[in-house]
Structures are given as structure tokens and as C-alpha cells.
């Protein structure tokens, strides 16, 4: 069992978890396939009824055998079968402990019933009188309504659990990139809410979870108040209450492997099984790049042994107490912030310490984005940090680097960046559209989230460097990379131009050209912004300094398969601007807003948004 730990092992999970030990397992978290049309990698997410629920049995039946006898098994299941899985857990043996309702503020939206915002996840043991529940760890409990919001003097010094309906509010507009596995999340990020009848604008009426509170006696209110990769502290909050430390956590649908690196995270021992070849290299991966005790992205949710160190540092007025739970979220997410800075930085931070060294080293006095999108510096980089033997992997010495330089800015202690990188737009232009398509091409196949997993992850960015080649060959990986990152960078400003001329805009570009009549002279050899679609999408909106002949070198005959299934539906539409460059980037950004639907190969970063 033990050569089997710390793996996403690639095959069907049913025969993975036979061939395990029996009883070998300490906690099972399981989001299978919904049986709903969703596109998986290898998987067609569509059986017959009666096929979902045999099949459905049998992989729950393989994972009963797996647990220990004291075992826990959590399910995470939509609507469409959350009952019938129910059931079929309880005539393999299971026994329902929790029907947890996990709300989120995104919502599906639903034709002719309520929009879809919950999850459901069943808490199940094997043992109804022995199984772990670590309802005593501060870690675990939260504080009460009565010394939250009501400073209650009778309020008991422990806290209570956490309700059985989950709040995880999404970030939103500029705050997604601030949390994305950055320590220093603004106050919107917070993650759990404790009375989530508190949450401004949560609860809608067209949504399908409806609250309605019970209310207590010591409530001022009494006289009538009326209130899909999983997140990490989703998944750290089952997992810190159903396990102990050094106990084995297996997800039977491995996927992006968030169980697995939360589970070593927490200092549990992780196995994952995964049908689809891809996910499990990149699971493995990410995996590989994790190590015990760091950080879980998202805020963390306000749990006692954060209101209790709140309490003492204000230990005369308590005034923390008095506030509502997304203040006091917000003040926890600072205290346990500062508190992970100091650790980082303070006698335990070698680990940070040693980056920042081999930064030094081989930065050769770029800035960490250049060091980053340069693959002979990021080269040396690693190098430097193997010679001084930093533990961990490539991966996660570029993550951490990232999430010193977004928490110092460019000033790290003793380090200096004297040397400026630049690439003018006219350079650039050539294959600015292949940076785009290559980006957004990881995150359509889910193998990535944002620019910065991309560049942090060497295996990534060399599968972003051959895709942007294949749109644009003849150019180096460091140009298709820094490419990225201008478009990244330019994208705020272009939203901004493209609302200001989106009030102008003609409603539609020029007339349809067919692919094969690019150079037939109707369309322009001038600056302007070019849209490529076929019979059923459109699939990309871009500027260029000329665009026939940006056209005519994205769209030769032996390219046109990377843009369609259907290469010879292919057309073209144009419409012409100056060559000034805010004028170009202002103007794909407002054609894209007037787009319904984003094209397939353009990032959302340059839809200009009311």
C-alpha cells in the first residue's frame, strides 16, 4: 500500500480500489461524473439510468471495501441523482451521518425552473457509533451567533460547528486574480460565511436553496427576521474534521487533483485514481508541487482558534466580537496572513529565503516576470535552487518566487532588477494572436487556470510554446510568452478604450469573405480588427497592422485545422482603424464585448464588461 501512496494512478477507479488492501483507507472523498452531458477528457458523461446507478453502485461498493471499518466517506452529487446515490449508499452498508447543502453565489443558469446554485454532499460512515469527527479542534469550530454578533456573555468559550449549508462566495471582476493561490487575497475573496442570512444579496429569488433561519431567544430579531474543481477550504474543512493527521484520503475521481494536494497540504496521506491520461500527468504534477503545510488557496474561513487570538489582542472591548461574519472573516484572513508572512520570513522561512537567494543568483537583473517567461533564465533559476537544495520541484519554486514578488512588489530584500525588458507592439503583433490562442487553448482543455500556472509550471509553459507555434511558427518561446503577459498587461486599459467605443461601434464588421478569398482584394492591406468564424462560432477577434496580411499567414491552407473541425466553412470579416495601438487593442476589445458569446480562442481578460 505504501508504494501506492502519494500517486494518481491513470485506469478505472473500481479496479484501482480492488486491488488496494481491504480497509487500508481512513477517509474517501468522491465527486463522480454527474451523468449529465459533461465533456470529460475520455468519459461520456451520459449513461442510461439504470446503467449510472449499477455503475454508480459499484464503484461505492469498491470504495466501502477500501475504507476501514471506522471509515468516512463523503459524496459530492448533483440534483439530477443526489437521492438515488443516496439510497444506493445505504444498501451497500453506509450510513448517512450529514446532508449537507453546499451553496454557491454562481449559480447555472436554468430555462423554465430556478437557477442551480447548490451541490449536495452526503456524509457517510461505515460505523454509525466509531468513525472520526473532530468536532473539539479550534481548527474546526466556529464562533456562535450569540459571541459573533451579539457579544453574549453566555455565549460558550468553544464555538459551535459550522451549519449544514456551505457558503463559498466566488471572486469577482478584478479580484479572480488576486485569488488565484495568492496569499494576500483582498477582503472580497473570503471563503466561508458562518449566517449566511448575513451575506448582502446571497440568496436570491430565483434560486433553488432558499433560507429561511430559525430564531432564537437571545436573538434581538425574535419579533420577525427573515434571513464545479472543488475549493480548497471546501475540501480542508471535510478533511480536517474526518481525518487525523497521516491518515490516508483517496478520490476514487481524481480530476485536478484539489483533494489530493489539499489532503498533503494538511498533513494527510493522499491516493488518487483517474481515467483520462492528461489529467493524471497534470494532477501528478500538481500534486508533485505540493508540500505539507502550504498555504490553502482562498481566504481562510473564521474558525474559533482565529476568533479566540482576535479576542486576546483586544482583549478590553472584544470588538471583533460585535462584528458581522464577513467582517470578522476578513479580519481572521488578515491575522492568519500576517501570521504565515512572519513564519515564512522569520526563523522557519528557509524555504522562502533560499528562493530569494537563488533569484539572486540568476535573475541576471530581469524582474521575476521576465525570469519566468525566459526559459534559459528560468533554467539557471532552477539550477540554482537544486545546487542550493531547496526541497520541492520546479513547479512550486516558481509558484512561491510568484507569491514573494506579489507580496513585496518588486522591492525583495536585497535583490535589484536594474535591467528593463521590452518588446515594443509592433514586434509583438506577429504573434500576439498565437499567445492568445495558446492560453486560451490550456484553459478550454482545463489544463490550466490562469497565465500564471502556465508560466510557473515548466511542463505547461513548453505545451503553451508548442501550441503558439503551431498558430505562429518562426518565433522563440520567450516571444510567444512575453506575449502573454502583455496582453495581460494591456487588458485593463483596453477594456476601458473598448466601453468608450463600443458607443460608437457599427453594429457588424465588414462582409463576409470566405477563407479561400482572403487575397482576392476584398479584404483591406490596412491596420484594422479581423474576426475569423466558421458555420457555428465565431473563433477569434484580433487587430493587426495589416490585416490580409495577418490573414492570409494565420489562415494558409495547412494551418486551418488548428481554428476548425470544418476548415473549408472558414470566413473572415474585417473593419478598419488607425494604426495607433490603443486604437487597435480599444477596438477588438469592444468588438468582443459585442460578441454574445466569447470566441473560442480569445481570453475573457479583453471583453470590455459594463
Known sequence: MKSKLGRVHNGDCIEGMKALPKGSVDLVFADPPFNIGYKYDVYEDKMAVADYLKWSNAWMKAAHRALKPDGTFWLAIGDDFAAELKIE?????????????????????????????????????????????RDSDMKNRVPSARALV???????????????????????????????????????????????????????????????????????????????????????RIIRVCSEENDIVMDPFSGSASTLVVARKLGRRPIGFELSARYTQDGQARLDATCIGDTLDGSPEPTMEAFQEAGRQDGNSLKSRRQKSADFAQAAASEIAAAETARLYG?????????????????????????????????????????????????????????????????????????????????????LFASEAAWKTLINEERAESLDEILCDPHLAMTFDGIAHEFAPGFSSLQYRWGALRIRKDAKWSRTEGLQLDEVAPKRMGPRVPVDDIASGRIPHSPGIYRVADQRDVLFIGGAFDVCERLSQILESNRRTLWSAKPDTLFVQSFQTSQNVRDLMGWTSCFLKRNDKLPKFNIPDLRAST
Open 89 to 133: 449508499a445505504q444498501k451497500i452498508g453506509f450510513h448517512c451521518r450529514s446532508w449537507v447543502i453546499w451553496y454557491y453565489t454562481f449559480g447555472v443558469n436554468c430555462k423554465n425552473k430556478f437557477t442551480r446554485s447548490h451541490t449536495h454532499l452526503f456524509h457517510f460512515v461505515k460505523n454509525r457509533e466509531k468513525f472520526t469527527f
Open 347 to 431: 526563523q522557519d522561512g528557509a524555504l522562502e529565503r533560499g528562493l530569494v537567494e537563488a533569484f539572486k543568483t540568476a535573475h541576471n537583473g530581469f524582474s521575476v516576470d521576465v525570469l519566468l517567461a525566459d526559459p534559459d533564465l528560468n533554467a539557471a533559476f532552477v539550477d540554482e535552487c537544486q545546487r542550493i537544495g531547496i526541497p520541492g520541484n520546479p513547479r512550486l519554486w516558481n509558484h512561491r518566487l510568484l507569491r514573494i514578488r506579489k507580496r513585496t512588489g518588486n522591492g525583495m530584500s536585497g535583490v535589484h532588477s536594474q535591467r528593463r525588458f521590452s518588446m515594443p507592439f509592433s514586434a509583438c503583433e506577429p504573434f
Open 150 to 236: 451579539y457579544a453574549d456573555k453566555r455565549a460558550k468559550g468553544n464555538g459551535r460547528l459550522p451549519d449544514d449549508t456551505w457558503i463559498i462566495p466566488p471572486a469577482n471582476g478584478d479580484d479572480a486574480d488576486y485569488c488565484d493561490g495568492n496569499d494576500s487575497a483582498p477582503a472580497s475573496c473570503e471563503t466561508f460565511s458562518l449566517r449566511p442570512q448575513e451575506l448582502q444579496n446571497c440568496f436570491q429569488p430565483t434560486e433553488d436553496t432558499w433560507y429561511i433561519p430559525r430564531v432564537a431567544g437571545t436573538f434581538k430579531e425574535r419579533a420577525g427576521f427573515h434571513g464545479c474543481q472543488m475549493p480548497e477550504q471546501l475540501l480542508a
